[in-house]
């Protein structure tokens, strides 16, 4: 007869298969979006391409007024019944944009108000799913691997996904590829609901009036105070803020000052994705041999000499496109390793009750980080050029090094250990 305990571990195992299964295909489809939104809107609706730069914008505006709020919001609900509403809100939004491609209806106001209402979903859905998993693993080394396998997914999405949107908008257009990331929502969304894990029902909380201030408050307070936390969201910003600047440089920096084709600038750009997968699967092996403080150290660092040699090794002329790949496939390395590390670490020094406003903290940095970064980049490409914008933003990530290297991080309490 089965036991208990290993009849629970199949049940572990099948739910976090279905969940792993249906955010693989999610993350799949979203990368159609990454060419197809642009496409869209240029081609069938006669944007202007800065008219189409506002659609990524839309998506991710969001994060900044209700990052904080979703995940106040998200604590005091069921986390799989708000990655249901959510994956059936993004079936529903992508839908719409595709019957309305189809019938000729869409416009460029109603395109950016349901990308908008998608951005909406993927605020509230991020905040509830890297705060699902704890409840579905207990064991910290389990927990790693649950979070290594998402992170791999997201990192094979970023870099099969792009190369396999092409072909298929080629051959079904770029209505087709609308229909294909809201299937993917669909399948999502099937997964989810044949999941058996239930969590127990988050405690009745009267909510008095000022509660959400005070409930984002209390989580804000919880990582401003906590000796690990804090240093790595600090790290994980500056490192966003300086990195927004090189991103948001590199394609015209490859092509104004280098001289690069689009086929180089397509092969630069995409060795980012292929360092990704090497520092997923290495994490685990570092958090055995280091410790999760000493891989989280390291992994930083090798992500920074990464960025800081792509300017360095880009500058030699000819070997300027080589230096870039190398330089980025480094950096994405360390950063592949660094990701699910400090989201197991974070998932395994917050209490259950605080999980959801501790990952909207994150979220909240990071996309904010972005935005800003980018106005960085901006304003220092109309001062100094393409240049300076590359080199500001490789030697600012350095930065992100002595913010984690201090405080509570080198305790033992800071550490788990990998399965």
């Known amino acids: 007869m089965t036991s208990l305990p290993q009849t629970a571990s199949r049940t572990v195992r099948r739910d976090f298969g279905l969940l792993w299964a249906g955010q693989s295909l999610?993350?799949?489809g979203d990368q159609f979006m990454t060419l197809a939104l642009p496409l869209l809107a240029v081609t069938v609706l006669?944007?202007?391409?800065?008219?189409?730069?506002?659609?990524?914008?839309?998506?991710?505006?969001?994060?900044?007024?209700?990052?904080?709020?979703?995940?106040?919001?998200?604590?005091?609900?069921?986390?799989?019944v708000v990655m249901l509403v959510c994956d059936g809100v993004q079936v529903i939004a992508f839908g719409a944009i595709w019957v309305s491609a189809a019938t000729g209806v869409l416009s460029f106001p109603l395109l950016f108000a349901l990308v908008l209402v998608s951005g909406c979903a993927v605020v509230f859905f991020q905040v509830a799913y890297t705060s699902y998993l704890p409840g579905l693993f207990r064991d910290p080394g389990e927990l790693h691997t649950g979070n290594t396998r998402l992170a791999l997914?997201?990192?094979?999405?970023?870099?099969?996904?792009?190369?396999?949107?092409?072909?298929?908008?080629?051959?079904?257009?770029?209505?087709?590829?609308?229909?294909?990331?809201?299937?993917?929502?669909?399948?999502?969304?099937?997964?989810?609901?044949?999941?058996?894990?239930?969590?127990?029902?988050?405690?009745?909380?009267?909510?008095e009036r000022g509660w959400m201030r005070r409930d984002v408050a209390?989580?804000?307070?919880?990582?401003?105070?906590?000796?690990?936390?804090?240093?790595?969201?600090?790290?994980?910003?500056?490192?966003?803020?300086?990195?927004?600047?090189?991103?948001?440089?590199?394609?015209?920096?490859?092509?104004?000052?280098l001289g690069l084709s689009p086929q180089w600038i397509g092969v630069v750009v995409g060795a980012a994705a292929a360092g990704y997968p090497i520092g997923n699967l290495a994490s685990a092996f570092l958090i055995r041999r280091l410790g999760?403080?000493?891989?989280?150290?390291?992994?930083?660092?090798?992500?920074?000499?990464?960025?800081?040699?792509?300017?360095?090794?880009?500058?030699?002329?000819?070997l300027g496109a080589a230096g870039l790949v190398i330089g980025s496939i480094v950096h994405c390395a360390g950063e592949g390793a660094f990701n699910p590390t400090s989201v197991t670490l974070r998932q395994t020094q917050t209490p259950p009750e605080l999980l959801g406003r501790v990952a909207s903290v994150q979220r909240f940095l990071l996309w904010g980080a972005v935005a800003i970064g980018s106005l960085?980049?901006?304003?220092?490409?109309?001062?100094?050029?393409l240049e300076s914008a590359v080199w500001i933003g490789?030697?600012?990530?350095?930065?992100?090094?002595?913010?984690?290297?201090?405080?509570?991080?080198?305790?033992?309490s800071a550490a788990f250990q990998a399965g």
């Not at 914008?57 to 994060?63: E, S």
């Not at 949107?165 to 229909?179: M, N, S, W």
């Open 26 to 28: 999610s993350l799949f």
């Open 46 to 80: 006669g944007a202007t391409p800065a008219q189409a730069a506002l659609l990524p914008f839309a998506l991710f505006l969001p994060f900044l007024p209700l990052g904080l709020p979703a995940g106040a919001i998200v604590d005091r609900l069921p986390r799989r």
């Open 153 to 207: 997914s997201e990192s094979t999405a970023k870099a099969v996904g792009p190369m396999a949107a092409g072909p298929v908008i080629g051959l079904v257009g770029v209505a087709g590829a609308i229909l294909a990331n809201t299937l993917s929502f669909a399948a999502s969304l099937v997964t989810l609901i044949a999941i058996r894990h239930r969590e127990p029902p988050p405690a009745v909380t009267a909510r």
């Open 218 to 257: 209390a989580g804000l307070r919880f990582v401003l105070r906590h000796p690990v936390l804090e240093p790595v969201f600090s790290c994980g910003t500056l490192y966003v803020l300086f990195l927004s600047m090189v991103e948001t440089s590199l394609v015209l920096y490859c092509r104004n000052v």
């Open 292 to 318: 999760s403080s000493r891989a989280l150290m390291l992994a930083a660092t090798v992500s920074v000499l990464g960025i800081v040699a792509m300017p360095v090794l880009g500058a030699h002329g000819s």
């Open 376 to 385: 960085l980049a901006s304003a220092a490409t109309a001062l100094g050029g």
């Open 394 to 412: 490789a030697l600012g990530t350095v930065l992100c090094l002595p913010a984690l290297f201090r405080r509570g991080i080198r305790t033992p």
